[in-house]
């Protein structure tokens, strides 16, 4: 799959056998059950606006902390990023230096390796204004443990609100 932007619109282009197979945009949608594998880097790449990625299955993204390799890595902004399941990656969903997104619902089991080298499920740098909604982390080692990374240059009254919010819930 390849994304671009023509027109000022993202396209979404779907490759079979090294041959285009149809473009999906609004015009002409296109419904399937989308399992984009990687191997070494990221599996998804977004760097675009107004980009929507919904239903994939991305897996086996490489496990380099230094390239942050990401099931999606995605630099934009009012990109949403919903219901997909992301497995085996080092990091679930990556937003660098993005505005204005959306990231909810996703299933994200991260790669089997222990705490101190496992990648955030969902990582934020120099992103603001992010929504972050309902996502549910995996990891093969413990359930229930969502590590978010940020930023650390993030407004402390910012950071004093959200450690608010989470005490509220738990």
């Known amino acids: 799959a390849a994304v ?3 027109e000022g619109k993202p396209k979404v282009r779907i490759w079979k056998d090294g041959k285009e197979d149809a473009p999906l945009d609004e015009r002409s949608p296109f419904w399937a059950d989308i399992r984009i594998v990687g191997g070494d880097g990221t599996v998804l790449s977004i760097e675009a606006n ?5 239903g994939l299955r991305l897996v086996h993204s490489g496990a380099n902390h230094d390239t942050v390799d990401a099931g ?12 997909n399941r992301i497995e085996d990656c080092l990091f679930g969903v990556d937003l660098a230096q993005s505005t204005d997104n959306l990231v909810r619902r996703n299933v994200i089991h991260s790669k089997s390796l222990e705490m101190g080298v496992r990648g955030d499920a969902i990582r934020l740098w120099y992103s603001f204004r992010n929504g972050i909604l309902d996502n549910d982390e995996y990891s093969k080692i413990s359930r229930n443990k969502l590590r978010v990374g940020m930023f650390p240059a993030i407004d402390p009254a910012d950071v004093e609100a959200l450690t608010h919010a989470i005490d509220h819930v738990v």
């Open 72 to 83: 999606v890595r995605l630099q934009g902004s009012g990109n949403v990023i919903e219901d």
């Open 50 to 54: 107004g980009v929507v990625a919904r």
């Open 4 to 6: 671009s932007i023509q």
